[in-house]
Structure formats: C-alpha cells, structure tokens
C-alpha cells in the first residue's frame, strides 16, 4: 500500500480565498505530480518535480501553482480560488530509477468545491 | 496526439460473472500501459502495469493484455464480487515523455449479489 497523503479529503471554500493543497509521501520518491479530475472526465496532469527545486507545467494549463522545497512534500496553491477551480485534485510520486517503470502511486485525492 | 478510449463506460453485473473491460489508444508507441481502480471519492489503486514488450500481467483474479500493435489492453475480472465495484481506469505512457501518463475516461463497474 502506498504511503501517499493528501490533506484536506474535502475543502468547501469562497471565491476569492487564497488555498494550498497538501501532499506528501514517505516512500523517498523523487518524482511528485498532481492531477486534476472533473467529473466523469479524465484525470489531467497539472503540474510534475523531479525532485527539489524543480517544478514543471504539465499539460492542462492550470493558474495554480506548485513548490518542492523537501522531497516529501509537494503542495499546490490557488492564490484566488474561482468556481471554475472547482475539481478534484490528485496528487502522485513514482521513484526515478531503472526498472521502476515510472509506476505512480496515488494519494486518495482533494475534493475542491468554490462557492 | 494519444487518445485512451474505454468501453463500455459503465457496466452492471451478477456476482460470479467473468468480465472483460477494453481500453484502446490511437498511438501503439507506448513505453507501458497502466490499469488502474478508483472507488468513489477517492484516490487510485495501481493494479497492474504492462510493459510494451510484454503481452500480460497476471495478479489473483485479475488479468491484463497488451496488444500494441492493435492498440488495445483488455483487463480481465473472474469471478467477480461485490466488492469489485469501482471505476476501472487505463493510462499509456508515450515513450517520448515516460513521466506522462494519458488516461481514458473509464469503465464503471457495478457488481450486485
């Protein structure tokens, strides 16, 4: 079982507020991701790290943003959350080595709600 | 541009029935093939993982195939139970970018006693 933590489960929040979704793993992966899932629609990767001090955009453009300061820890920011933001969102880490395939292991995600 | 295709979008079922989800991709370049369960509300379970030299993983009463030249992986269920119930996603890698992962829509799966 993977040892992959997001906080909050559910997050009911106003327009406007600014939001940071955590996440962290304690299997030392290097790499960390964040998905976004509307419902009934595909997951879509947002933002990726390779490890500290690297961040990447991934494929859905998304005004949040992310940081990777420690390994464990990969957290993402809305600074002005909007209805449109409203999703759910998927963090993930895979290790960074031969024979590990790139298998991602999955937190059990962030429901966002903007009123 | 890669497109991951699941049918049937959803599906009910008998308890003890033998199943067959299908996920087809428009590109048969793939580094590997991942399935997935999600249960609602909640996060993914890595099942099984194909690599695109491999045509099938095996764990209990799951099965997966790989046919890349076709474009298809079908994830077979035997048996299955109640407690089966989930949405089934796949995901291919490219090999281009193998930290991308493309996932399809999904196959949910009711399994009643």
């Known amino acids: 079982e993977a040892d992959i933590y997001q906080t909050p489960r559910y997050l009911v929040i106003g327009t406007g507020k600014k939001i940071t979704l955590e996440c962290s793993q304690t299997?030392?992966?290097?790499?960390m991701y964040w998905y976004q899932q509307d419902p009934g629609m595909e997951l879509h990767l947002i933002h990726y790290?390779?490890?500290?001090?690297?961040?990447e955009k991934g494929d859905l453009s998304s005004e949040s943003t992310v940081s990777r300061i420690r390994t464990e820890h990969f957290p993402l920011t809305l600074e002005s959350a909007r209805p449109s933001h409203t999703s759910q969102y998927l963090c993930?880490?895979?290790?960074?080595?031969?024979?590990?395939?790139?298998?991602?292991?999955f937190g059990p995600g962030t429901r966002l709600t903007v009123l | 541009k890669q497109e991951v295709t699941q049918i049937p979008a959803a599906l009910s079922v008998p308890e003890g029935e033998n199943l067959v989800l299908n996920c087809s991709f428009t590109?048969?370049?793939?580094?590997?093939l991942q399935w997935f369960r999600q249960d609602p509300g909640k996060g993914l379970t890595s099942l099984l993982l194909?690599?695109?030299?491999?045509r099938e993983q095996t764990s209990g009463r799951l099965n997966a195939s790989l046919d890349k030249s076709s474009g298809r992986s079908t994830l077979y269920i035997a048996a299955s139970q109640p407690g089966d119930s989930a949405t089934y996603l796949c995901?291919?890698?490219?090999?281009?970018?193998?930290?991308?992962?493309?996932f399809g829509t999904g196959t949910r799966l009711q399994v009643f006693p």
């Open positions: 590109d048969s370049a793939i580094y590997n």
């Open positions: 993930a880490s895979s290790f960074k080595r031969t024979g590990s395939y790139n298998e991602q292991f």
């Open positions: 194909i690599q695109s030299s491999q």
């Open positions: 299997m030392g992966h290097d790499k």
């Open positions: 995901a291919v890698r490219p090999p281009y970018n193998t930290d991308k992962l493309i």
């Open positions: 790290s390779y490890g500290v001090n690297s961040t």
